[in-house]
Each structure stands twice: as structure tokens, then as C-alpha cells.
């Protein structure tokens, strides 16, 4: 793109400030001299012509999955691919019928994998449909200064209603991605997945390929925003679902698996499969030299990094794939986990070692140190309530369709025992939720499985071949549906 172009385009961004308020003129010039810009007319045929070309169909060998996510389609221009994203609030259901408000693109967060082969020559024309200004950066590309996205140092930011185009020439192969490059916004859900495909196929070669996004929130009770100041984090995510709801990674028993993981957070996640031995193949820098494949089941990722993660799936069965940090194994864990068993809060903050959670005696959810000891998410609360939606609430709104609702298995004595309770209320058969989450994908799980997947979970099923065929016929079948959202399923608590 040439430089008064590029200038042109800024200035565009700049006068979309006022744009949300000064309405329709400004809206219709621009797009005016966006159509007379070389690189723009494509916009303006897409209306009234030809399908999207579909990622599979571009010569890219081996599509990367990333379960739950949509793949963002192209179009050519005069060879250029051109891909169009729009940052912006989204609606997002994490966990059966919790609904939160994120912010994405195009409807999503993550925002949608970008996948391209190795030398190609990319646009991605980014529209800001944000209440305030965002930047797009391209994590770890090495593209022109004026390219990268860092917001006041290598472009103005992108204002409201504002257009950003980049172009860049893409030499790279690996697993990167692209974020907003203004911090809070990153706690919103704001990055995706871009995957570059090399030139040259990596060997040896990959039967299957997934992309996994690690995110995290902190959503309080009773709340849909998240909490981006909080550090500490009670929904985690795998490309935007909580376990039971995350999509599991079906493979063929045999295949060769390429997992890529790829976190974006305040949080290094300790990824770890079972019942299989895997090297890292790749990092956020592309293909790793294979004298550092060491052998290994858990992988850390650090904040800002990727890793691809391959092995070959030869153990049949439904093995777990998670992080490994016990409280990312967890959903909804904030300060409401005391009211469950125990009658009342207590005030947050009271003294020195409530709030820094020194127990003396008992457990961090008893009666005498309440439910918010030791925990962040009860900032700005000035006393510790009982809450309303949230699925840990197991007194009197626990008739829900399709969850399962056995009783936790307890000993008569338990509540004499120190520590007591730990998981007895929040896993376990009263969190299974199996008919809630059904999907292609989990046919088959056994029975009650949902009830012990949480956060950053999900399964790598590694199946005989007609079991995987049977999955993915109906899988094909099932296209387009959403079968998981039902509305009205944590109504309010009638008290
Ligand atoms: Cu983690």
C-alpha cells in the first residue's frame, strides 16, 4: 500500500470518530473514496457476486480446526487475500446459559482463524464497531514498522466507527495471532487465531490439526461484563466455551495429532493430555528444529506465547485435555461458593487476615471465615451475598431440564472432617449436565461426564474408525444448527 494511501486511510479512521454522532454524510463519503481507492472496490462487488471461496478450497492442505470458532473466509484481489474484520461487542454463551458480554470480531471471541499459506500477501481491512478507539496488532509478524498495530507509535489508533487497512506480505510459517493491542481490551476476549501454513509441509506430516485459544475471565455473580481490572479469573476457556461446553477434538486412532495452543491472558496455563506422550513441535516464533522435541505430556503456556503440540493418537478412548492450575479447572468459582452449604456471607475486606486468607482454623468456605475469604472477586463488595444465577446454587432452583441433579456423595461425618467441603459441591453428579451439551462430538461420553469438566477443559477422543465416521457424518448433518443455547435455563432464584 502506498503512503498516501495509508495516510488517506488514517485520516478516514480519524474523521470516523464523530462519525456514531454525525451520522450518515460522513458515512457515505467515506465509503465514496474508499471505492475510489485501487484496493477497495472489492467491497463494493461483494454484494452482488460469487460465494466466498471456503479455507479448504484455497490449497491449503491441511485446514487447521478451531472447535467453536469460525473460520473468516476471502476474497481475492488481484492477488491479495483480502479478509475483513470488525471489532466489536459480542454476545457469547461460555457455559449453558450464560450468556456474557464480550468484545470480539465479527460476532465472536476469539474472533475467527485467519489461515493462509506461507508467502501469500494479505489485507485485512479492520472496521472499529467499538465504543471507543482499538489497534490491531499482529503478534510476533514480521511486517513494516507501520503495519504492526502498536496504537500512538506505528499508527493513530483506530477510532470509533474508524477503518484500518493493512497489507503486508507474509514470509512466516507457524501458529500466531492477532490482538487488539490495548490492554483492557485483550481482558475482553479480543485476539484470534492466525494461522500461516508452510510452504513446504512440516514432516513428519499431520493427519489432524487444531487451534485451542486459552482465555480467561472474571464475570461476578449476577453479572455479564467481565471484570477487566480483576486478577483473579473464574471463567476459563477454551476458544470460548467453559468445559462441559467446550468442543472435544475428535481424531482417528493412529492419526497424527498437531494440537496448537495459543493464550492470551493474565495467566500461564500448564497444558496437559492424557494418556499420551507429545513433543513441542512449535512456538510463537514458527516450527521448532527437531533437536528440541523433547517428550513431554504438559506444555506450559506462558501469556503472549503459542505452542503446537504434536503426538500420535494411538491410545483409543476420551482423554482429558486441560490446564492443570486446579482453580482453571473450575467454573463460576468466586466468593459465592460458601453460600451453597453454608447460611451466610461475611463482610469482605474486614480485617487483615480474612481478606489475605490466613485460615486458622476450618476451611476457606466454612461458616466462620465465610465465602470470600482469600478471594478477589468480591472487590467492591462491601458484604458477601447470596446470589442468584449461578449453577452452584443447589437449594430450591435446582429443577432444571437436562441437568441431571444426582446427590453428591458425602460421609455422615464429613462435617467434622477439617477441609470439608473441597469438590463435594462443585463437581461431582449434581453439575452433570450431559442433555445440556449434547453435540456430535460428545456422543457416546459416559454418562455423567459433564459433571467433572470445567474451565479449561475438554476431551482428545481418540476413536476406531467407525465410531469417528458415525461422529463426523452427524456432524455434517448438524452444520449451521446450534443446538446448546437454552434461554431461560438459570432463572432467577425464587427466594
Ligand atoms: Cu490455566
Redesign the pocket.
Known sequence: MNKARRKFIQSAAAVGAGLLASGKAIAAQQEKQMQDMPGMQHEKKKAEEKPVPQVSQLGIALPVETPDVPKLPWEMDSGVKVFHLIAEPVKQEIFPGRVVDLWGYNGSAPGPTIQVNQGDRVRIIVDNHLPEATSMHWHGFEVPNDMDGAPGSSQDPIAPGGRFVYEFTLHQEGTYFYHSHMAMQEMMGMIGAFIMHPKKAYEPRADRDFAVI?Q?YAILPNNTVPNSMNMEFNW?TFNGKAGPATTPLIVRLGDRVRIRLINLGM????IHLHGHTFAVTGTEGGRQPRSLWGPGNTVLVGVAQSRDVEFVANNPGDWMLH???PH?MMNQMSSMVGPMTRKNGMLAGLGMEEGMGMLRQGSATSEENGPSLGRGMGVGSTADQRVVNSPLQAEGGMQHPGMQMGKPEVAENANSVPGFPQDAFMEGPMMAMDEMVDKPENLGLRRGWSGFMMG?MTFVRVLPPDQYDKIMELREKQQGKKPMFMPGMYHPHRE
Do not use: G, V
Open positions: 486459552l480467561e476459563l495467566d500461564h496455563h500448564p490446564c492443570h492450575l482453571h479449561m
